[in-house]
Every structure is written in structure tokens, then in C-alpha cells.
């Protein structure tokens, strides 16, 4: 491939007539190759990867270097109304799930998209990988309603997974393959659109609330109410498609914190009396517990003062860890316990937080690790924590310790001089912190006691070891270890030719 742009060291060139680029003077060991060339990315790289390039262990017996890209996989289509009408402006977005917060969440792989005169679209620059496609005609639902003077308006549905059904859950994959070019049609029928009037009822002082809005399965906005008075809370959305949706809605406290709540509405008729309700989130107080043997190092923090003064501490007087809720039900809810100076710093809390499910997250922050995180008879670290919309949740508890093992992992190879990446994956956690590394064995003086499963994978192109499905694919080949606290434990681990 010529013209393609190789970044190495700080220094740059473009490719040969034949794919040919040479830098000289390159240092012993791992170096970072970037490639960049349009229309063109790294072999079986993720769908929402990042990087575009390839590491290269540099050495007396590195030779000639291949390196490798692929073209990019295109969607086409067209999205057609009543009658075989073709519908302009209706928006198409590209879905693919990506690894955050301890799961994978479905997120936009690209920005959406508008079909133009014929309602056709075009989505260029996709990486190959598993994807998702909708359509949403909220623009062309409008011009639809704005047309129209009878008493019973009509709609197109208001967001549509391909191959046509108004349910996530229910879509189909494309699975899309390096320089494939695919069609994807959409065919959308007119049904019946309801008035829906009612009023948002606050519990508690507010500074400010807002209008409700109505979301998708990725909380992105698919109505807005058409009016909406702050005062009482009256809002009306006046053409609404039959079906099951997610309101949000959301104020400003009087501390000043934003709280968001996400409530299920099912639309099946006009309805004159809905009723969401808007309340400050509950308190749950966090007690963090360490359980330190070693020496405690040496730190030192600073913060600025409200006067603009700062103030110099050895950090004892901030919270030894920091625990954060993510909703398993909207990206846009999540909640934390504040990093400051305290007068108390092993008691937290955290506050305003909706009902709802969560996954919960703690991270230390004065060193050591998380040995449990529990709410009543909860393990936080293997269970989800539910808030219920009236009622109390049990303090959540975080025990921290110092009590590391050592882990050494050998990799036994085919052929001398093999390499291979080698992760390290806790088992039965939420949110598995995964060691990774290139080589042919890795040593760990301070890991974190628990079951581990240990993979050497001869490459990780196509390999997302963040799925659970995937690496489950390779269990068979994994080999198991478990660390124990202040103890030393061993394991060798066979590589994992990924082509075989």
C-alpha cells in the first residue's frame, strides 16, 4: 500500500509504490508503529478501537517488519414510508457495544447520518465487527403531523432496529467484515399518535426542574415535551406512537447537585393524567475500613482553599477510597463520593441517588486493595445494588487491605523465542481489573488476592477480553491459579493459537 502515513519514535514517512518504509537508528525493544491511511485501519481492531497501529519488539533479529491494514466496511440502504414513499431526514446511526463500567453498553460506533431526497444513506469509515443499525423519523414524523387536520394524527415509530422491529433486544447483528459492503433496507408504517398531558410532581425543595423528556434504549432524546410549564409541572407531548418508552426527568437541587431519574411510560391511548414524580435521591452512608499491616507510606496533598489559599496535608485527612455507582439502565446516571479534605474521611456518602440499578465500583486511593464492598447480605462485588424508588438501601461497607501476593506466570511455547500476550482475569467480579502483557512470562510482587484465569494468546486481533462470551470460548485452554494474601503462587500457561 503506498502513501500510507508510519509514525515510529517521533518521526514520520509515507509509504513506497510497493508499501516500503525504513527508520534507521531505532533502539532496542518495544516500539509503538502508528499507521494512518483513509479508509483503511488496523486487521480485526475492535468496532470503537482507538489506536491505529501495531507494537514491534525491536531487536538484532527483528528483519523485514509486515505490516497490515484493512479497508473499511460500508453500509448502505434506503429507508422508505406508507406506500413505498422514500422518506428524507430520517436519521440512521450505527450501534456497537463497547466495554464501560464494568459491562459492555450499546454506544453510537459514528455519528448518525440523514437519508437525503430518496431517502437513501450511506455510513462509510466502519471497522469490521458486530453492529447494530436504527432508524429514528422524528424530523419526518413532524412534516408528517404537520400535514395533517384530521383528529387522529398518525406517525412513524419513533426509533426502529434493523430489520424492523421497535425492540433492541429483538435486532439483528450485522456482522461486518473488512471492506464488505452491505444493504440494509427500512420499511416504516404510519400507526396511530397519542396525546399524552399530565404533570411532573416534585417532592421537596428545587431550584430549577425541567421539562420531561422522552429517551431511547441509549438515553438519547426521541421527544421532548411540546409544553411544559415549571410552575405546576404541566407538560404535554402532543404526538406520541404507540409503544414503550423511557422518560427522563431531571432538576437541579437545592445544593446545586442534578438529579436524573429514568420512569417507563407505556403508550397505547391518549391519556390526560400521567403522573412522573421528581424527588431527591437517597443518602447511603459509606463506611471505609482499612486493614493496613505494612508501613504506611509517605504521601502529601494539597487543596485549594475557597479564598484561593492551599493548604498541604499528608493525606490522612482524605477518604482512603472512592466508590462509584454506575446505572445499568442509563450511560447518563452515575454517582460518586466526593475527593476532599474531610473531617471524617473513612465516613462517606453518596448522595441524591435515583432508584434504580446499579453497578458499584470501589477504587483506593491511599494504596492497597478492595478485599469486599457489601450492602447488608449485597457482595458489591459480584451482585448489583437496587435502589427502590420508596424505601432505604444498607450502608455500603468497603474493606481495604495490604496483604498482596506474588504471581509468576511461565509461558510454554511451540518454538523458541514465541511471545505472547498473557492476561490475568479475576473471576466472579463485576468489574475485573485484567493484567495484560507481551512476552513470555510476567511477574507480580503485589497482586491482589482471589481465582484467576490465566490466557497466553499467540495474538489478540478479534479477541475482545472484555467479553465474558469470548473468552469463555477459550476456557478450556486457560489455566487457573489462585493467589492467596502475603503468599506466592505459580502457573504455566500454554499459548492459545487463536487461528487453530
Known amino acids: 500500500m503506498s502513501r500510507v502515513l508510519v509514525q515510529m519514535n517521533g518521526r514520520s514517512m509515507l509509504t513506497g509504490p510497493e508499501g516500503e518504509f525504513s527508520f534507521d537508528s531505532v533502539p532496542a525493544g518495544t516500539s509503538f508503529v502508528g499507521l494512518i491511511k483513509p479508509g483503511y485501519f488496523i486487521p480485526a481492531s475492535k468496532p470503537l478501537a482507538g489506536t491505529m497501529g501495531h507494537s514491534i519488539n525491536v531487536g538484532p533479529d527483528t528483519g523485514k517488519v509486515v505490516l497490515k491494514l484493512a479497508p473499511e466496511a460500508v453500509v448502505t440502504g434506503q429507508v422508505t414510508g406508507q406506500d413505498g414513499e422514500p422518506l428524507e431526514g430520517a436519521a440512521i446511526q450505527v450501534l456497537a457495544y463497547m466495554w464501560m463500567d464494568g459491562g459492555h453498553q450499546l454506544v453510537p460506533a459514528r455519528g448518525a447520518v440523514r437519508t437525503d431526497e430518496d431517502g437513501n444513506f ?10 447494530y443499525l436504527e432508524v429514528k423519523a422524528g424530523n419526518v414524523t413532524r412534516r ?15 426509533v426502529v432496529y434493523y430489520p424492523g422491529t421497535p425492540e433492541l433486544a429483538a435486532s439483528a447483528a450485522l456482522d461486518l467484515l473488512a471492506g464488505q459492503k452491505m444493504e440494509a433496507e427500512f420499511s416504516l408504517a404510519l400507526a396511530t399518535a397519542y396525546r399524552l398531558t399530565g404533570q411532573l410532581v416534585t417532592v421537596g425543595g428545587w431550584k430549577q426542574i425541567f421539562a420531561p423528556v422522552i429517551v431511547d434504549a441509549l438515553d438519547q432524546p426521541l421527544f421532548g415535551a411540546d409544553q411544559f410549564d415549571p410552575t405546576s409541572g404541566a407538560f404535554e407531548f402532543r404526538a406520541v406512537p404507540a409503544g414503550t418508552y423511557s422518560v427522563r426527568v431531571s432538576g437541579t437541587d437545592l445544593q446545586d447537585r442534578h438529579n436524573v431519574s429514568i420512569q417507563k411510560m407505556t403508550v397505547s391511548r ?71 479534605p474531610m473531617k471524617d474521611p473513612a465516613g462517606l456518602s453518596l448522595h441524591g441517588v435515583a432508584p434504580g440499578k446499579y453497578r458499584v465500583r470501589a477504587m483506593p486511593t491511599m494504596g492497597g486493595y478492595v478485599q469486599s464492598v457489601r450492602s447488608g447480605n449485597l457482595d458489591l462485588l459480584r451482585e448489583e445494588l437496587i435502589v427502590p424508588e420508596d424505601g432505604t438501601v444498607a450502608p455500603i ?39 495484560s502483557t507481551m512476552g513470555t512470562g510476567l511477574s507480580f510482587s503485589q497482586f491482589t488476592p482471589g481465582n484467576y484465569k ?15 462470551q469470548t473468552l469463555a470460548e477459550y476456557a478450556s485452554q486457560a489455566a487457573r491459579v489462585t493467589v492467596a494474601a502475603n503468599g506466592n503462587a505459580s502457573v504455566v500457561v500454554d499459548v492459545i493459537h487463536v487461528g487453530d
Do not use: H, W
Open 397 to 435: 461497607e468497603v474493606v481495604l487491605r495490604d496483604d498482596t501476593g506474588a504471581l509468576n506466570v511461565v509461558v510454554r511455547t511451540r518454538k523458541p523465542g514465541e511471545k505472547a500476550s498473557i492476561l490475568v482475569v479475576p473471576e466472579d467480579v463485576l468489574f475485573p481489573n485484567i493484567a
Open 144 to 158: 408528517v403531523l404537520g400535514a395533517q387536520s384530521s383528529k387522529a394524527p398518525t406517525a412513524y415509530p419513533a
Open 122 to 131: 450511506r455510513i462509510a469509515g466502519l471497522r469490521a465487527g458486530r453492529y
Open 270 to 340: 391518549n391519556v390526560s393524567d400521567l403522573r412522573f414524580s421528581l424527588r431527591p435521591g437517597l443518602e447511603i452512608p459509606v463506611a471505609v475500613r482499612t486493614e493496613f499491616s505494612k508501613p504506611k507510606q509517605s504521601r502529601s496533598c494539597s487543596s485549594t482553599q475557597p479564598g484561593g489559599a492551599v493548604e498541604q496535608s499528608d493525606c490522612s485527612d482524605y477518604p482512603p477510597a472512592r466508590i462509584e455507582l454506575m446505572s445499568t439502565e442509563s450511560l447518563r446516571i452515575r454517582f460518586s463520593t466526593d475527593y476532599s
Open 454 to 468: 490465566v490466557f497466553a494468546f499467540d495474538s489478540l486481533e478479534g479477541i475482545d477480553y472484555y467479553d465474558t
